[in-house]
């Protein structure tokens, strides 16, 4: 225990180890970032399920609609458990210092890239003061936060209703007070009093991110301006996760019943027999604003859905002992970050119905967009006024999802219409309309960004429709990007949204690959130099004046002006795959510009895929390292595989064979920059990158 | 330490802990069968690495073969390190008794599935002696075998070569003397003379499977009639796996490089940056039979591969700790079992170069082929006398191993013909070719048992070409099953052969599976209904009188003879993707044999998948269970699939659409019968099932 008089420091403390909190200490790892994640509970907590849509139909009487848009990723949607998802991202936080399992690595050499401390959940450890210095909140080499970290004992740890022999589902439920208050009193009733200073310790640091759910102590501390802003509504739904006995017929299908008078009921399946239902209890009274919790039991629970579902029948053995019930409320903080010092993510700044599944996807995303700029923030990689964009980007999809909710809500909760006249009843026309149309968002695909010092403005036309724009604030303190798009040079490759993923042939090995693979989240930048056609039966020798011509110049110019990588616990440029860890050391650190040529495979080439040598390409697409040697990952080819079909990356990409293009990409995958691979195009990708950058030879180096 | 005098007892015993044996422990473990498996050394053994062709080119001057034949199996050949795959292995055999992330299962539930003892590796053990009570051999409940096993201290079970500072890499090549031989020496050497009686144990047991190596002792210990008849040749090959430094534009194809006087060279890229590099050690010499292995280094075998690859340079930074060298011999046993008590699998029953890839392949196919079958026998499920077609199975496979390395060595380490004229020189014409025609022997898809008690010959036709089928001894003490198959039902499902996997969709929500995915390796035996056409727009109602005509004899008349499964430590009945150890269990055990029905799709139906409910068909098809409902994972479609395109299982297992099949499929995934779905094909299925199984209420349920 750290005596409360001498502080220690840390560059980054992150409140609250849900996803949201998980994908923000993974991406910290990954980039060998010295940084803190606590959580006031034990590891007992049960888990509360969220759930995506699968890949079955959905159905209700007389209608069914395919879930899911074909072709939007090559990703099916899946129902995963959040205790699931959890362990996957310890797992990986796990995995970013190195490989556990022994085989095929040299472990002791990995040591050198570990940073001083790994970052491992520390539980049972509570914040109780949080401030921060206003002078110094600018300063990139201050420590302006200070927090102070309670440490708990075994049983303050334990939520008052895991303590009773009373199974209460309703633990971390809507419809319960913020489980912080049982902490403090049950403290005092110990015996022990207030908390003794020796279980205190001070930590200052760089950033805190309040990852710490609904009722985030975070929020609370930067004062009542951070308050939500929304309302909870009358619908009160209870959640039961069971293996049914039933012969209603589409138990395996994602099915929305609305019963006439007894409410609705949704069945979402789930893995091996397990299915999901949520189900509306019309009984329950929300009278004065309070719900009165006694009601509601399993056994109530699932005597609302034997109503709704009459006349075919329903029943469990198992339970997954995982029952719950929520109110459906809607709400949205106004500021995502206090000085860019203090962040809010995840549940503590916008929260909302379950129904669409988006509850830990959007969670995780807002970390995902904060991870990597924090990180390279720390290492003195990125300027610091890129974290302003963290509320810009972020704060829009909030809303936009709540609209979302508010819009579903009403369809899932409301008393179907009985004709055409019913005009407060709800068409389940519209119903499945809305459904269809919602995949966009759902998938998170159609997400898009606006134009900042990230995302530069394209110039020829808006290329593409944002999703929810008009929800969009004005936000006059971030920076736009000097550089400019040029969006028609690709009309797949749309700024401010996720870059696809098309197949492409290596060209050493003319193995495919999906692009997406050759991009790990690992930090860095990338520029995807679309070649154009490289080689064709009748150039000979093969046209490569102009990729190599754009290679001198990244090599020679841009490059030497940017900052590297190290150091990170996982080198990914060091093996294919992107597994961190793999413990062999290049002698040069990778440039923070990860650079990827894809070229178009002349269509008359019959089944030769290298008509040169990659030996013939500018070394920048072929880096070599005397330990390593050449790097054969670099290079890709738009042509047909033997064994796994035709990609066709450029038509799907939108960018013409004969043109090319320079396609941008930030470290969470979005398209920052389109411009053109000849000269005219060079300076924009210089401008887009000093926009972001911090220069080399910058004291993070 | 279990004193001499008191013998334990167990069912299996399983001599040595590399692929082939962890194969088998895996069996075991899941089928619940009490088994041990020891190996003599402590965990610091060097891993020798195999290889398998990847899905690249095979490249040579002015010739380029495309690596693997399209179509032939949905996966692609990989190059996977020994280590690992037994690393799979260890993982696999813990999780067979359960999950161990403690998400999504009642742990404590699975406690009343496990058996006594848990399969785990004990290392450090050794078997010193041997014998089978001839006269209880053939009983069942008897422990006709006596093994004991010696405990060995940490200094007797690392290898001598292990303790030295020079790294021998030598170490496990067959170019070195036995290295059991230096383990009893040693420990008399150590002052402790022969070895105390409290370091030995004695264990009576069913069946002893000896997976301990070309050195094997339990070969040894079966007396001379099991010794392996061949060769040794005078090739010498080193390997090394590096970090390739290198201007040879096909370092990540694998290549091959016969260069005119130097030998020759073949290149295996492997996973990240490393390359296998298989050299010929030209200037080794093999004299009088015995190799100088002082001469063997890796900077000898580094100088060797730059003489081959000249004028291209080659040198490495990084070497991955992993080289030896290896004479090409090609021996096989001519007895593969004693009395089908003792059984020798892998490399202690057949030897051959590592060249195709197939030894590790081969070894685990043999204990794949014998698990099943002996966990079935312990469990009283099997008849006994099945055992005996193990050697009658793999023998065949093993000569023809044999066959194929001894023509594929010749082509690999030959001398290039100079001309058409040069008929000692190997033509590389022929040796393309060669490599082309392997892909169906490499990838094991194209292995065929021939007719046995488990394999009902057909009466029709010989349906394909048996490979190497003139290479099969006759086996007058293998029984012959009284069944017969119709090969002309099914012209994919050829029996003797694997049965080929096609993507079909479940009846219940419509998802796409490979019906590989619904035949785990669990021990069942499965029937495959093919119920042809059961619903058409035009029929209605639909046609589902054949299927439910078949489910009332299956149900009535068939399952009730035969044998259940439990007790099992996962039941892949209680989930959809074969998980084991989910924890819930059914209140009734699984029949032996697993019923999946696959009926053809209306090719007139639209997007309508179900124009009948499940609960329409007979209750066989959707298995009802008190705790967990009806199974809804047994029922499948051929038609197209929204996402994911069209199967089209029907065309490619060549089954007609009306006339529908019924193919039964052995544990392994081998296809048993093909036979008639209606009542003419009915007595087959019992005349095949009979004769493979015990009947009910046997001793072992």
């Known amino acids: ?90 797992n990986a936080i796990r995995d970013s210092y190195g490989p556990t399992d022994g085989v ?53 740890a334990t939520p008052t209703q895991m303590l009773s022999n009373v199974q209460d589902g309703l633990f971390r439920s809507n419809l319960n007070p913020p489980d912080d208050s049982t902490i403090t009193p049950r403290a005092a009733h110990d015996g022990a009093g207030p908390a003794a200073a020796e279980d205190e310790e001070v930590v200052q640091c760089k950033y805190v991110v309040g990852c710490d759910g609904a009722h985030s102590w975070t929020r609370k501390a930067l004062g009542p301006e951070f308050d939500m802003v929304g309302e909870m509504t009358d619908y009160i739904w209870g959640v039961l996760d069971i293996i049914p006995i039933t012969d209603f017929p589409d138990i395996r299908n994602r099915t929305m019943i609305h019963s006439a008078t007894n409410g609705s009921l949704m069945v979402i399946p789930r893995e091996n027999r397990l299915v999901r239902l949520y189900i509306q209890l019309t009984e329950v009274s929300v009278g004065s604003g309070r719900v009165d919790r006694s009601q509601i039991k399993p056994d109530m629970i699932i005597k609302a859905a034997k109503k709704i579902m009459s006349p075919y029948s329903i029943d469990y053995h198992y339970c997954d002992c995982r029952w719950t019930a929520y109110q459906i409320g809607q709400r949205v903080g106004n500021h995502f970050s206090k000085l860019n010092c203090v962040f809010l993510a995840g549940d503590a700044v916008h929260t909302h119905s379950p129904k669409a599944g988006q509850g830990m996807n959007v969670s995780m995303q807002d970390t995902y967009n904060l991870g990597w700029k924090l990180g390279l923030v720390c290492k003195g990689i990125l300027r610091p006024s890129v974290l302003s964009t963290y509320e810009l980007e972020r704060k829009a999809i909030a809303k936009q999802l709540i609209a979302f909710d508010h819009r579903f809500s009403r369809l899932f909760s409301g008393r179907p219409a009985k004709d055409i006249l019913d005009e407060t009843g709800v068409s389940m026309d519209e119903f499945a ?45 971030v920076l736009q990007s000097q550089a400019h798009s040029t969006s028609v040079l690709s009309t797949a490759c749309i700024v401010g949204m996720r870059f696809p993923s098309h197949q492409v042939l290596r060209h050493a090995d003319a193995r495919p690959w999906q692009l997406h693979h050759k991009m790990p989240s690992d930090g860095r930048f990338r520029l995807v130099v679309f070649g154009g056609e490289l080689s064709s039966a009748s150039a000979s020798p093969p046209k490569l004046d102009r990729v190599n011509k754009l290679g001198v110049w990244l090599a020679g110019t841009l490059l030497p002006q940017l900052p590297t990588m190290s150091p990170m616990p996982g080198t990914t440029n060091l093996h294919g795959g992107g597994r961190p860890g793999y413990g062999l050391q290049a002698q040069n650190p990778p440039s923070i510009i990860d650079i990827l ?15 040169f040598s990659l030996l013939d390409l500018h070394e920048v697409y072929h880096p070599f390292d005397p330990k390593l040697g050449h790097d054969y990952d670099k290079v890709f080819v738009d042509r047909r595989s033997h064994h796994d079909g035709d990609g066709k990356a450029y038509e799907n990409y939108g960018i013409d064979r004969t043109q090319g293009a320079l396609v941008g990409v930030r470290p969470d995958g979005y398209v920052g920059l389109v411009t053109s691979l000849d000269e005219s195009g060079w300076p924009e990708v210089s401008k887009w990158l000093e926009g972001i950058l911090e220069p080399r030879a910058n004291k993070g180096e």
Not at 439 to 465: C, K, N, W
């Open 1 to 90: 225990m750290t005596d409360t008089k001498t502080a220690s420091k840390t560059d980054v403390i992150i409140i609250g180890a849900g996803p949201a909190g998980l994908m923000l200490a993974l991406w910290l790892a990954r980039l060998g970032v010295d940084a803190r994640i606590v959580d006031k509970r034990t590891d007992k907590v049960p888990k509360v399920c969220f759930w995506n849509p699968d890949e079955s139909g959905l159905i209700r009487r007389d209608n069914r609609v395919v879930n899911g848009r074909a072709g939007l990723s090559r990703f099916h949607e899946v129902v995963l458990h959040q205790g699931r998802a959890e362990t996957f991202f310890l």
């Open 104 to 156: 095929g690595a040299a472990t002791e050499k990995t040591a050198t890239w570990l940073p001083q401390r790994r970052i491992a959940v520390e539980r049972k450890v509570m914040p109780t003061f949080l401030s921060i210095d206003e002078q110094t909140a600018g300063d990139a080499d201050a420590y302006p936060v200070t927090v102070k970290l309670r440490h708990l004992s075994e049983a303050e």
């Open 433 to 477: 309309s809305a459904f269809r149309q919602s995949h966009m968002f759902t998938t998170a695909v159609g997400i898009r960004y606006q134009p900042s010092v990230l995302v530069a403005a394209p110039t020829d036309s808006s290329a593409g429709e944002m999703i929810g724009e008009d929800d969009v604030e004005a936000q006059e303190n």
């Open 597 to 611: 040529l894809v070229y178009a495979g002349a269509s008359d080439e019959g089944g030769e895929v290298n008509s």
